[in-house]
């Protein structure tokens, strides 16, 4: 059984930097692509961040210089580091495939504030 724990969320000033992190189980991790997936209030989930089985990489455009995905298939485990943020980053992110599974994580909250 397919399971995604994200963490690493947090309050931040605009600006300001976070680490996400996302623990995969039950499932071949290292061959599929990931993406990190973001929800804001009252918005659809999008997709801010790509990287393929072989590690290449696409972002959005409202993310794009500031976000960097990575992956370490020995672990089983993604990651998003964020920086420079801003308030319109606010949102709950999540992990999973690409295309996603049926299945989604719990989400860790982003939230960038003063």
């Known amino acids: 059984q397919v399971q995604l724990v994200e963490s690493g969320g947090g309050l931040v000033q605009p600006g300001g930097s976070l680490r996400l992190s996302c623990a995969a189980s039950g499932t071949i991790f290292y061959i599929y692509a990931m993406g990190w997936y973001r929800q804001a209030p009252g918005k659809q989930r999008e997709l801010v961040a790509h990287i393929s089985s072989d590690g290449t990489t696409t972002y959005a455009d409202s993310v794009k210089g500031r976000f960097t995905i990575s992956r370490d298939n020995a672990k089983n485990t993604m990651y998003l580091q964020m920086n420079s943020l801003k308030p319109e980053d606010t949102a709950v992110y999540y992990c999973?495939?690409?295309?996603?599974?049926?299945?989604w994580g719990q989400g860790t909250q982003v939230t960038v504030s003063l």
């Open positions: 999973n495939k690409e295309p996603p599974f049926a299945y």
